[in-house]
């Protein structure tokens, strides 16, 4: 019953996700003129498959073999169902019909419709597969993973994107260090605080100090304020610097309803 | 490019919230699906772990701060590049971010009522959707800047490398079979130029299926 429920819902959800993935993937081609959704990496596998079907095909499987063993172990599908198998397998279907790819990849109405179907049946496949694995195979999977994947977050992937920051120049490797710094004291991890250091570096590179620059760096530091403020940073700090938090702090943290402790 | 090809409705500005609403209104239905049934949550095992966390009663505080920051980022990215990355976007600002802030609130309805999945995240979407055109409005052809994607595309690719090897050595501390497993499975995928990733995890769940992991 329950394995009949996540299939229908399954198959919902995979042509709502296969729709938008098949639009947004096509649409790409078109960037900038067109709003495209998708990613860069995705836009550059696209092309480097170089419209071949059986090419396509078996890049989309590799990825779908990991999303199967991820969905099995942890109940993750990846982002790479919707980076990589569902744009990928659409466009092998696609092009096995007509090799050429502006009528066929690049064509957000048909890349669309054949994406709901490609969608609707692997999620459903992915989802109704996994919850019919022994429970002690799910055990070990979950064991092996959550261990892998928490230190992929902390510090695999703060150390990588900011090698990525300095690496890229002096100002990506400045707002890099200090954002990444920042994030990682206020909000616990510094990877969103790198990724907007190279935002900010690389638009004063290449654009200087304009409108858009301008605002950029005020939203981020909007961000950060209210981040360490609902987070109760704030009271953190003083505390750790041994300084008695001042009565209209607490008062002002319950208006929003947290309870901050002394 | 052929500027006649890029008319009409498949290309329009309008039509972009639609798109991103209904993939928004799949993945946030998706991550319905792994609060319930504990299964079809659209993001990598890694970020999936830090809604988990809070589920299981960690805070919730981890998963809505690096999820809402993505959003942040990727929304203010999208219009200035012309692609929206809804790996950051969606899947994980909407997918992982949005349903993290709502259960730290205390509000469970939307998690736990399929159609209301559905129609929260399409609602979501067309919101997203809707900024990006009108930030694009604002700024087309006003920036010449990538604003450093093609580095952070790069930092994302080499990050994702790492997780095989630390699935394997994972595994290793598990227990011995399933070290052993993981380590023949890593390097069969690497022989047929799979991610190995996945042949750690299957070589580790097929021998720890014959040996299982004593309990701690």
């Known amino acids: ?262 | 490019m052929n500027e006649g090809q890029t008319k009409g409705f498949w290309y329009s500005e309008w039509a972009f919230p639609l798109f991103v609403a209904c993939l928004s209104s799949g993945i946030f239905a998706g991550t319905h699906l792994y609060y319930v049934y504990h299964v079809g949550a659209f993001n990598d095992i890694a970020i999936v772990a830090m809604l988990e966390a809070g589920i299981k009663g960690g805070g919730y505080g981890a998963a809505a701060a690096f999820g809402a920051s993505f959003l942040f980022a990727r929304v203010l990215e999208g219009p200035l590049v012309g692609i929206l990355d809804i790996g950051g976007s969606l899947q994980t600002g909407i997918g992982i971010g949005v349903p993290a802030l709502m259960l730290s609130a205390g509000m469970t309805a939307p998690l736990l009522s399929f159609p209301l999945a559905l129609v929260t995240g399409a609602l979501l979407g067309l919101i997203i959707g809707a900024v990006i055109v009108l930030i694009r409005t604002f700024t087309i052809n006003a920036a010449k800047s990538t604003f450093g994607a093609d580095v952070m595309m790069g930092a994302g690719n080499a990050a994702g490398r790492y997780l095989g090897p630390l699935i394997v050595i994972s595994a290793i501390m598990a227990s011995i079979p399933v070290g052993i497993g993981a380590t023949i499975g890593a390097a069969v995928f690497y022989y047929f130029k799979k991610p190995i990733a996945g042949g750690a995890i299957i070589g580790a769940m097929i021998l720890g299926a014959m040996f299982p992991i004593p309990p701690q």
């Open chain 1, 1 to 262: 019953m329950v394995t009949w429920m996540i299939a229908l819902k399954s198959m919902v959800i995979g042509a709502l996700v296969g729709f938008g993935v098949g639009a947004g993937a096509a649409r790409m081609f078109h960037a900038p003129n067109v709003q495209g959704m998708g990613a860069f990496r995705t836009f550059g596998e696209l092309n480097a498959c170089a419209g071949d079907p059986i090419s396509h095909f078996s890049f989309g499987l590799g990825f779908f073999f990991n999303a199967w063993a991820s969905v099995v172990g942890a109940g993750a599908l990846t982002q790479d169902v919707d980076h990589r198998i569902l744009p990928n397998w659409t466009a092998a279907l696609l092009l096995w019909k007509n090799k050429n790819v502006e009528e066929t990849l690049h064509d957000p109405k048909k890349m669309a419709i054949v994406g709901a179907v490609v969608g609707a049946v692997v999620v459903t496949l992915l989802n109704s597969t996994a919850t019919a694995i022994p429970q002690s195979m799910q055990l070990v999977a979950t064991k092996v993973l959550v261990p892998a994947a928490n230190w992929l977050i902390n510090p695999i992937m703060p150390i990588v994107f900011w090698m990525a920051a300095m690496d890229a120049g002096k100002r990506t490797g400045v707002w890099g260090t200090v954002l990444g710094g920042f994030s990682h004291l206020v909000m616990g991890n510094a990877v969103p605080g790198i990724v907007l250091g190279i935002l900010i570096g690389k638009g004063l590179d290449d654009s200087g100090w304009n409108r858009i620059t301008k605002t950029l760096v005020t939203a981020v530091v909007l961000l950060f304020i209210l981040s360490g403020f609902f987070r109760a940073f704030d009271v953190a700090l003083l505390k750790s610097i041994q300084v008695d938090v001042p009565q209209w702090l607490i008062d002002l943290h319950e208006m929003f309803g947290s309870v901050v402790n002394k």
